[in-house]
């Protein structure tokens, strides 16, 4: 069993900086890929990004690659989303994955783990 909470969201403007965190309990945190995925209002999940369990290979959405950085700090068993230049189309709530021995999968559906999520509104 993982347990995985997401922190971090918040209200920003546009052209702004948040960063978001998502913790980890429970089964041994570096024996998993991690993921970000967010929800819109009326919209289908959309994968964010995610990185993988050895070596730390990333992977981005189009709509967010050379904006957001995704990273891992498994000491702490942490998993981090830094995202600089905020548009409002990113206003989603935000939520963390995790899949044993993950290799960066953009599919919702092969993640074993989510947390509850984190609201982010980018504001015009």
């Known amino acids: 069993q993982v347990q995985l909470v997401e922190s971090g969201g918040g209200l920003v403007q546009s052209g702004g900086s948040l960063r978001l965190s998502c913790a980890a309990s429970g089964r041994t945190f570096e024996n998993y890929g991690l993921a970000w995925f967010r929800q819109a209002p009326g919209k289908e999940r959309e994968f964010v990004s995610a990185i993988n369990w050895n070596v730390g290979g990333t992977v981005y959405a189009d709509s967010v690659k050379g904006r957001f950085t995704i990273s891992r700090d498994n000491a702490k068993n942490t998993v981090y989303l830094q995202m600089n230049s905020l548009k409002p189309e990113d206003t989603a709530v935000y939520y963390c994955?995790?899949?044993?021995?993950?290799?960066?999968?953009?599919?919702?559906?092969?993640?074993?783990?989510w947390g509850q999520g984190t609201q982010v509104t980018v504001s015009s």
């Open positions: 994955a995790a899949q044993y021995y993950g290799m960066g999968d953009k599919a919702g559906d092969e993640y074993d783990y």
